[in-house]
């Protein structure tokens, strides 16, 4: 249970650190400012009298956290966490800092899903077990898609936003009309592979599927809908964070199911 909650809190660290530098960068670089961040918006040191510095301290002082249980990890696994902490670190930094930061390349969708969706997962997968099995790569797959949607639901939502930053961002590049209709492709290939690799590897979970999606049928139905636009932003942001809830959640669950049938059985 201490290398569980030491996984979870390394993750929960990191994830952190990104937030908090982007709100570091976005500040000092003006692309957070009181002419296009509305009140309810999450530009925190814009509305709030934060000290820019000891946010970014802050944001040092979580990845330190975060390094400090990978170090705990390692000592008590093996050494894959720790390859795959000095690569993420190193995404951390590169997602907002320097002079052409990854958030604003058309690469933010794509870094952040498999930082997130699948380094990570890998390596809490190779501590647990102390193996390292590359097929967890393909079952990791829905998470890195729902977080690559989310970032893409909030660039295009963004779009104006990052433009005046001097980003060029995905959905910059695409437009929006582009934008939105690569957001329904994916949300589609999104549940499609999530069917299909139920149906091929963990059928006897299957019957969840339906009744996920069926609970979760609003929000995916908005999304397929969505004009992604900035002043729906707060909108979209949750619904994509509940599609993300029922899709991978489903997902999880049902592999979770099929698994304790097979050991049952």
Known sequence: MLLFYALLFAAILMQSSV????????????????????PNDDAILVFNSYN????????????LAALALGVYVICTTN??????????????????AGPQP??????????????MGILLPIAVYSAMTGEINWQTVYFFSPLMM????????????????DHGAGRKTLPILLGRSKACLLHRMLLSIW???????????????????????????????????????????GYHMIGIFKANLWINGTYSLCVLISILRSLIA
């Open 191 to 233: 549940i499609l592979f999530v069917a299909v690799t139920l149906i091929v590897f963990f059928r006897g979970g299957l019957f969840i599927l339906p009744l996920g999606l069926f609970a979760g049928r609003r929000s995916i139905l908005d999304l397929i809908t969505a004009k992604l636009s900035p002043m729906q932003r």
């Open 102 to 115: 990854l958030s604003y390349m058309p690469l933010g969708e794509f870094t952040s899903g498999v930082a």
């Open 52 to 63: 820019p510095r000891r946010v970014r301290l802050i944001s040092i002082c979580f990845l």
């Open 79 to 96: 050494m894959m966490p720790l390859i795959i902490g000095i690569i993420g670190t190193a995404i951390v930094i590169a997602y907002s």
């Open 146 to 161: 729902g977080i690559s949607m989310i970032m893409l639901t909030n660039n295009t939502c963004d779009i104006e936003r």
């Open 19 to 38: 937030n908090s530098f982007n709100d570091y960068y976005d500040f000092i670089r003006g692309t957070d400012t009181i002419e296009n961040s509305p």
